[in-house]
C-alpha cells in the first residue's frame, strides 16, 4: 500500500522502475579472469556461480558485469525467492519493473557518470541498524561489506581489503559523496545512485538481477532504432540479393559481346580442323596402299625362304588376309610349324591331305596373314 500511494503521488505509474535490494540479501563477489576472451566472460563466471555464494542448494539468480576495459568482474548474486518475493511486491502495487540492482553495482556506474571517484576511497553508510561500506583501490577494484551493528574496527579491516596500509592518500566519506552535487542526501544516496543508472544504461553496469521477461519498457520510441535498423537490414539484404543477379547479367552481356567477336574466327578454325582431319585421312589411306605392295612382295619372298629345296611351289595365291599355296616337298608335315614360326604368318593348316609322289609329298596349305599391310579396309586416321 506505501508503495502503491507513493507512485500515485510521484506520478509514476506508467514508468518503470529500478529498485536496488536490502544489501542483506545480495552477496557481492570480484574476479579476476585475466586472459579471458570477451565473448567468452559469460561462460567463464557461470562455471563459478555455485562457489561465489553461501546460498547451498537453494536456487540462485546472478548478474556479472565487466569493469571498464579490464579483467576484473563484479558479480552480484541473490536467491530466487527474495527475487520472486520483490517482484510479486511492486507488481502488486502496480508498479513496473525495469530491473533489480545491488548497492555496489549502483554505487560503481554513478560514482563515473558526471565525476571521477578518487583512486582510492572508502564510504560507509548506516541506517541506525546496518553498516555498509563500499571501497575502490587498484588491488581491490570493488570492496563491499555490512555489518550489523557498528563495530570499531571497520576502517582498519576495510584498508587491509583495500590492500592499503594507512600511508596511501585514501578519501573517506559517505556514499553521498560519491555523487555529484545536489544529490548529497545521504539518506537518498542509493535511491539517487540507482536513478542515474537507471537514467543512463549505457553510462552503467550491466547489473540487472531482473529475469528478462519480468522488465518493462517506458516508451515506444525505444523501439525506433530497431525499427530502423531492421529496415536497413531489408533494404541490404534486398541489395545483396539483388546485386549478383546484376553482377551475373552484366557479366553475360561482356561474355556475349566477346563470342561474337570471336565467332567468325571460331568457325574458320573449325573449317581448317576439317580439311586437316580429311588430309589425314587421305594420307593414311595412300600410306596403307604404300604398305601393301611392300607386304605381298615380302609374303613372297618369306614364302620362298620358307619353303626348303629341293621343295618347289607351284601355284601361290596371295590375298589381303591369308595365302593359299601348292607345291610339293620331301615332308610336307614339317612346312606347318616353319610357316607358324614366321612373323608374317598364323594358324597355317592343309586344306586337302597331302600326296605321295615317287620322289616327294605333294600339299595344299592355308595361312592367315600379319603385319602391316594386310585386311581388307585402310585403317581408319587417327586425330
Known amino acids: 500500500a506505501e508503495y502503491a500511494a507513493f507512485a500515485r503521488k510521484a506520478q509514476v505509474n506508467a514508468l518503470p522502475v529500478t529498485v536496488v535490494l536490502p544489501r542483506r540479501d545480495v552477496t557481492v563477489r570480484h574476479l579476476h579472469l585475466p586472459g579471458v576472451n570477451p565473448k567468452e566472460l559469460a561462460q567463464a563466471v557461470s562455471w563459478q556461480v555455485d562457489s561465489l555464494h553461501p546460498y547451498a542448494d537453494q536456487a540462485v539468480t546472478h548478474a556479472w558485469a565487466r569493469l571498464g576495459e579490464t579483467a576484473h568482474v563484479m558479480v552480484g548474486l541473490v536467491r530466487q525467492d527474495v527475487v520472486d ?39 560507509v553508510h548506516s541506517d541506525g541498524a546496518l553498516l555498509e561500506a563500499y571501497g575502490e583501490s587498484a588491488a581491490r577494484p570493488v570492496f563491499s561489506a555490512w555489518f550489523d551493528d557498528l563495530p570499531e574496527g571497520v576502517e582498519p579491516r576495510a584498508f587491509a581489503e583495500l590492500r592499503s596500509s594507512g600511508e596511501e592518500e585514501l578519501a573517506t566519506g559517505t556514499f553521498a559523496d560519491l555523487l555529484p552535487r545536489g544529490l548529497d542526501s545521504d539518506e537518498m544516496a542509493l ?42 537490414v531489408a533494404v541490404a539484404g534486398a541489395l545483396l540479393a539483388w546485386q549478383p543477379a546484376y553482377h551475373e547479367r552484366g557479366y553475360l552481356q561482356k561474355l556475349d559481346a566477346e563470342i561474337r567477336k570471336i565467332q567468325p574466327l571460331a568457325e574458320q578454325a573449325a573449317k581448317l580442323d576439317a580439311a586437316a582431319t580429311a588430309a589425314r585421312n587421305r594420307i593414311t589411306l595412300i600410306d596403307h596402299f604404300r604398305r601393301r605392295t611392300q607386304a605381298d612382295a615380302d609374303a613372297v619372298k618369306e614364302l620362298t625362304n620358307l619353303v626348303p629345296p629341293p621343295g618347289w611351289v607351284n601355284l601361290l595365291h596371295l590375298t589381303r588376309t591369308d595365302i593359299q ?59
Request: proline share 5%; glycine share 6%.
Open 85 to 123: 518475493h520483490f517482484g510479486n511486491l511492486f507488481s502488486e502495487a502496480g508498479l513496473k519493473l525495469a530491473g533489480f540492482t545491488y548497492s555496489a553495482a549502483a554505487l560503481h556506474s554513478a560514482a563515473r557518470i558526471t565525476v571521477k571517484p578518487p583512486a582510492v576511497f572508502l564510504a
Open 191 to 232: 535511491a539517487c545512485a540507482a536513478a542515474m543508472t537507471s537514467a543512463t544504461p549505457r553510462l552503467a553496469l550491466d547489473a540487472n538481477l531482473l529475469p528478462v521477461e519480468r522488465r518493462s519498457q517506458s516508451a515506444r520510441w525505444i523501439w525506433i532504432p530497431t525499427a530502423v535498423l531492421a529496415a536497413l
Open 325 to 383: 599355296m601348292n607345291g610339293e616337298t620331301e615332308q610336307a608335315a614339317a612346312l606347318i610349324k616353319i610357316i607358324d614360326s614366321s612373323p608374317l604368318f598364323k594358324d597355317s593348316a592343309f586344306s586337302n591331305s597331302t600326296m605321295r609322289t615317287a620322289t616327294a609329298e605333294g600339299f595344299v596349305i592355308r595361312a592367315q596373314r600379319e603385319g602391316e599391310g594386310i585386311g581388307e579396309r585402310a585403317p581408319a586416321a587417327t586425330k
